[in-house]
């Protein structure tokens, strides 16, 4: 049930040259981590399974990533008490863009690590390459997904859709409890940027990644920055501003702004 809203706007089928899949003989699914409680965005369901007019932000995040005519795949890792309320939501909301695409849903962890690897855990052998992308980027426009899946098609072993960041960026000493944090550097600016998702990689490289955490403990807070602890290069290509991530209730504010947009843009 595609409602009209969901059609976004201006782009031509596989736009970013993803090469349909099978045709290529390499085959790429994407995860969804979408285990989250979102205790930032307040009390409420888990982050995931909230609305965003009217379509829980994880069926728009799916959507995002079936649009793509790259993904075949679409692994989505739940709530651990939740998988089956999402199976539920995503047959109801799956529309001709997924039908295309194999959505499987599995349970998910304590944190977002253990969410992706369970999610990775769920691939068939025949998967080349993977895009992890978080539920709570449900905007994110398929030209992106495309250049992500494009470039680690092309040979990269891990890809980042990353921003130049606007606010300069302080180190401090961590105090906490409101208090005065002494500065220790400002990094020089036009060298920051802000990742995002969908990141992109060979799948033998970010299983390899997960499998050192599990043996060393101690990860990242991306899937890219696991990687590069390999020693493995990750390159960063041009993120998008509607792939930001609902994380505070004013990014709702924005998410409903952009999917209003879209409505009026595409004529709806
Ligand atoms: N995630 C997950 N499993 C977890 C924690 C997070 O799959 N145990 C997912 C979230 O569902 C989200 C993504 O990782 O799609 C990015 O995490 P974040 O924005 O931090 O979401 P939450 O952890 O849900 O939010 P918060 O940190 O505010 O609780
Ligand atoms: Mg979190």
């Known amino acids: 049930m595609q409602s009209a809203g969901e059609s976004h706007q201006g782009h031509p089928e596989g736009a970013g040259g993803g090469t349909p899949a099978g045709d290529s003989g390499h085959r790429t699914a994407a995860v969804i981590p979408a285990a989250g409680r979102g205790i930032r965005l307040g009390p409420g369901a888990p982050k995931a399974l909230r609305a965003l007019s009217g379509t829980p932000m994880l069926v728009h995040a799916v959507r995002a990533m079936a649009r793509s005519r790259a993904v075949s795949l679409v692994v989505v890792v739940a709530p651990p008490d939740g998988a089956d ?17 194999d959505i499987v849903v599995v349970p998910g962890g304590e944190t977002r690590q253990d969410s992706v690897r369970l999610g990775l855990a769920a691939l068939p052998d025949d998967v080349d390459s993977v895009l992890v992308h978080d539920a709570a980027r449900p905007l994110v426009p398929v030209e992106t997904v495309d250049a992500v899946a494009a470039a680690v098609r092309e040979g ?8 130049p960041v606007s606010d300069t960026v302080k180190e401090v000493q961590v105090r906490g409890n409101g208090e005065a944090e002494p500065v220790t550097g400002t990094p020089e600016r036009s060298r920051l940027r802000a990742v995002q998702t969908p990141q992109g990689f060979e799948l033998k490289v970010l299983a390899a990644a997960h499998a050192q955490v599990v043996r060393e ?15 493995v290069e990750v390159v960063v290509v041009p993120g998008h501003d509607e792939a930001f991530k609902v994380t505070r209730p004013l990014d709702l504010v924005l998410a409903e702004a952009v999917l209003a947009r879209r ?3 595409d004529g709806f």
């Open 85 to 101: 309320e999402v199976r539920r939501l995503l047959d109801e909301h799956t529309g001709p863009a997924e039908t295309s695409t």
């Open 156 to 163: 990269a072993p891990a890809v980042v859709p990353a921003l």
């Open 217 to 231: 403990g101690d990860g990242a807070t991306d899937d890219a920055g696991m990687v590069e602890r390999l020693g």
């Open 263 to 265: 409505r009026a843009t």
